[in-house]
């Protein structure tokens, strides 16, 4: 970390802190604001695979959404899904393998990401997003999401539906939304006292308390097939919450454990991307 980012991350500590003592109601809206704003918007040079692309723009709410879209036409869909301060950019690798098995493949920028408008987005916007897409261009019956896009899709095909001849792919998927908060409160060292509130906004701005917004709660009464995978060194969504629904050994979910991946290599990983293709061209 450089100095002026050391420094910007004491300036908002103390800016938090301060608040507080006024008002931990407004101390916890001014944290969630900064919960779901991206420090970072990926907006690399777009790869061959990305210029070769039919270019999908389409409005959807107050964004304006960047996508693209690969063998149009193809009986089957298949849609990725990237996690937060990602883009859909990252994830050129999988397009060829998937169009090889006869897909036609869809890859958006998620609201406030990459060539896509906007400044803020939580889960309850990226369900909706899905929605959208799937309204919009499906029918869609492969999905691949990885980080928080894994944790939308869980929740938007359990609450929306309509997955009866899916199949998902899971990288790392942000498993426990309150171990995500856990992590935020610690990186910041928030005082207690903003918790509750803070917990309460996503009440208010999600319409479910943080404890809904897991996957290892909605996943096991869902029966799609999923191949999950995560890596043993994740440091973000980290191993130990995806243990417990490992040892229920429920026979839709299927786990590849990589060890040394991290959390970000891990969807680039030629092994990783061979196993993901496989599954989703699998009926």
């Not at 006024?22 to 991206?38: D, E, G, H, N, Q």
């Not at 996690?83 to 397009?95: A, D, L, P």
């Not at 969807?267 to 196993?275: F, I, K, N, Q, T």
């Amino acid at each position: 970390m450089s100095f002026q980012q050391k420094l910007a991350l004491t300036l908002i500590r103390n800016k938090l802190r301060l608040l507080n003592l006024v008002s931990p109601k407004a101390a916890a809206a001014s944290a969630f604001r900064l919960f779901t704003t991206p420090q970072y918007r990926n907006t690399k040079d777009l790869t061959d695979i990305f210029l070769k692309a039919e270019q999908l723009n389409f409005d959807f709410q107050e964004f304006r959404i960047q996508g693209y879209r690969w063998g149009a036409g193809a009986p089957r869909t298949a849609l990725i899904l990237h996690g937060f301060e990602s883009g859909i950019v990252n994830f050129g690798q999988y397009v060829q393998p998937l169009l090889d098995r006869g897909f036609c493949v869809l890859g958006f920028d998620a609201p406030a990401h990459g060539r896509s408008s906007g400044q803020r987005m939580n889960v309850r916007i990226y369900m909706q997003f899905i929605e959208a897409i799937r309204r919009r261009f499906g029918p869609v019956t492969r999905f691949m999401g990885h980080s928080l896009g894994g944790l939308s899709l869980c929740l938007a095909l359990e609450e929306q539906g309509g997955y009866e001849d899916a199949r998902a792919v899971l990288i790392a998927p942000a498993t426990e939304t309150r171990t995500a908060i856990d992590y935020y409160f610690r990186y910041l060292r928030l005082p207690a006292s903003m918790r509750a509130p803070f917990d309460a906004l996503i009440g208010e701005r999600g319409g479910k308390p943080p404890e809904w917004f897991s996957v290892a709660r909605a996943l096991p009464a869902m029966r799609l097939p999923v191949l999950w995978i995560h890596d043993e060194d994740d440091d973000l969504t980290p191993l130990s919450d995806v243990e417990p629904l490992r040892r229920k050994n429920l026979p839709h979910i299927h786990f590849y454990i990589t060890k040394g991946l991290g959390h970000r290599r891990i969807y680039r990983d030629p092994e990783v991307v061979a196993r993901v293709v496989e599954f989703l061209a699998s009926e």
